[in-house]
T-cell receptor, first 109, second 113 residues
Framework: GQNIDQPTEMTATEGAIVQINCTYQTSGFNGLFWYQQHAGEAPTFLSYNVLDGLEEKGRFSSFLSRSKGYSYLLLKELQMKDSASYLCAVKDSNYQLIWGAGTKLIIKP | SAVISQKPSRDICQRGTSLTIQCQVDSQVTMMFWYRQQPGQSLTLIATANQGSEATYESGFVIDKFPISRPNLTFSTLTVSNMSPEDSSIYLC??????????FGPGTRLTVL
């Protein structure tokens, strides 16, 4: 079957750095996505990786290793507004999005 | 990018009734997707709606329970029929303008009593 694993919950301190990991096993691979979702709101797009390596976008970076079936989302200079759930999703060989359960990130002052 | 609106934003419904959710996109798109997100859970794809053909449903979802319309390239509706408390969820409409960037509507928060 297809599976995406990410930690259920993480806690970090304002101003610090946090890394959220995602491992996947899917039938084929056509890109990996990270989304941010605040409570009661729709997911918003953060990043897309289809080739190995690091993609940097401001305070957020996303890394992909296709051979290891592994990605991480790195958040720097954490702010209280970064408290949210972070969803990892992979497009399989049929270009269907397979979603992880999400990581709830709690930022403490 | 794409701007997606959904109506209603939330509703509280009685068991046994039906609710139709509307999704409007500001540009023409080939495929529209309907997701469900139950409390504390991740997203589950209900069906893919193509204009001019019947929707394609995922395992565990059937047309009688979740009929979908797609009358044109910018609009779709999802009906949740004969509702039960287990249908309480957020329902999300999604489109892909490009393969690398699926967009989501603001969601419809449904509570079934």
């Amino acid at each position: 079957g297809q599976n995406i694993d990410q930690p259920t919950e993480m806690t970090a301190t304002e101003g610090a750095i946090v890394q959220i990991n995602c491992t996947y096993q899917t039938s084929g691979f056509n890109g990996l996505f990270w989304y941010q979702q605040h409570a009661g709101e729709a997911p918003t797009f953060l990043s897309y990786n289809v080739l190995d390596g690091l993609e940097e976008k401001g305070r957020f970076s996303s890394f992909l290793s296709r051979s290891k079936g592994y990605s991480y989302l790195l958040l720097k200079e954490l702010q209280m507004k970064d408290s949210a759930s972070y969803l990892c999703a992979v497009k399989d060989s049929n270009y269907q999005l397979i979603w992880g359960a999400g990581t709830k990130l709690i930022i403490k002052p | 990018s794409a701007v997606i609106s959904q109506k209603p934003s939330r509703d509280i419904c009685q068991r046994g009734t039906s609710l139709t959710i509307q999704c409007q996109v500001d540009s023409q798109v080939t495929m529209m997707f309907w997701y469900r997100q139950q409390p504390g859970q991740s997203l589950t794809l209900i069906a893919t709606a193509n204009q001019g053909s019947e929707a394609t449903y995922e395992s565990g979802f059937v047309i009688d329970k979740f009929p979908i319309s797609r009358p044109n390239l910018t609009f779709s509706t999802l009906t949740v029929s004969n509702m039960s408390p287990e249908d309480s969820s957020i329902y999300l409409c999604s489109v892909e303008v490009r393969v690398s960037e699926p967009f989501f509507g603001p969601g419809t928060r449904l509570t079934v009593l």
